[in-house]
C-alpha cells in the first residue's frame, strides 16, 4: 500500500513539474513583441539568404499575447512625421509546444493561421510563415521566411 501511495505522489510530482515546464515556455511568448527583422532561410541548409532590419513604418507590426489572446497591430506613415496603428487584429491563439506551432484564430475573418516558432528566448521570437512558399535560391527546395520579433 505504501508503495502505491509513494508511486501516486512520484506520479503528481513529476506531471505537477511537465505542467509547470510546459507553462514557463508557454509564458515565453507572453508580452509584447516588436517585428525587428525579415530573414529568409534556406529549406536546405538554413543559411541566411537575406535579412533586412525592419525600420519603415509600413513595414512596422506589433503582437500582444496575453493567456489565450492576441493582438496584432500594423502600422502606416501618417506623412507628418508619425508612425500610427493603421490596423489592428485580434483573437485568440493556441502554442503547441510539441509542435512548435502557433494557431492565430482571428475575430475579424474567423479563419486560422499557422506560424511555426523557430525559437523562443525571453527577448526574442522568431515566428516562420507557412503559407511562404518562395524558393529564394533557386535549389529546388522552398526557403523560410522568418520574422525576428524583440520584446
Known sequence: MKKIILIALASFFVISCRKDDDEKREAL???TWNLNKIQIISGKDNSVLFSEAVTDCPDKRTYLFSENQYTLDIFKDNFIGSCVVDETEKGEYTYDENQKKITFKST????????IVNSATNNELQLIDSSFGYDGNSDGIPDKYVMVFNK
Request: glycine content about 10%; aromatic content about 10%.
Open 29 to 31: 511568448i507572453l508580452g
Open 108 to 115: 475579424l475573418t474567423n479563419n486560422a493561421y499557422v506560424v
